[in-house]
């Protein structure tokens, strides 16, 4: 995990293009429920969803100005496809930390 992110009481500030302001809420709730379905998937070993998953959240989440997002959905897309279960759950243990803890903040 990266050091930045080690204290579990600091907020993650996120500076983003403000043109995306109405955009942004319902991204991040999306990213905030989708953690209960990747979990529902590890717990069936759907490796396959998993990776999928993954791999749409590294593609969507830098466009929206998030790029640790989208490292997490890329380390999730390979620990899929290794069906690595334990680093899975690790990922997704840090991954809902991340996304408790953004605080957006719009580019001037």
Same mark, same amino acid.
């Given at each position: 995990? +990266? !050091?930045?992110?080690?204290?579990? +009481? +600091? #907020?993650? @500030?996120?500076?983003?293009?403000?043109?995306? @302001? /109405?955009?942004?809420?319902?991204?991040? $709730?999306?990213?905030?429920? %989708?953690? !209960?379905?990747?979990? =529902? =998937?590890? %717990? #069936? $070993? +759907?490796? /396959?969803?998993? $990776?999928?998953? *993954?791999?749409?959240?590294? *593609?969507?989440?830098?466009? &929206?100005?998030? #790029?640790?997002?989208? =490292?997490?959905? *890329?380390?999730?897309?390979?620990?899929?496809?290794?069906?690595?279960? =334990?680093?899975? $759950?690790?990922?997704?243990?840090?991954?809902?930390? &991340?996304?408790?803890?953004?605080?957006?903040? &719009? #580019?001037?």
């Amino acid at each position: 995990m +990266d !050091e930045k992110f080690k204290n579990p +009481d +600091d #907020k993650i @500030r996120v500076s983003i293009d403000p043109d995306l @302001r /109405d955009l942004i809420p319902q991204y991040l $709730e999306n990213r905030r429920m %989708e953690i !209960e379905v990747l979990r =529902a =998937a590890l %717990e #069936k $070993e +759907d490796f /396959d969803i998993l $990776e999928r998953t *993954g791999h749409r959240i590294k *593609g969507s989440a830098p466009v &929206y100005g998030f #790029k640790q997002i989208g =490292a997490f959905g *890329g380390t999730l897309q390979q620990a899929a496809q290794q069906q690595d279960g =334990a680093a899975i $759950e690790n990922i997704l243990l840090e991954y809902s930390n &991340y996304l408790s803890r953004i605080e957006v903040v &719009y #580019k001037s």
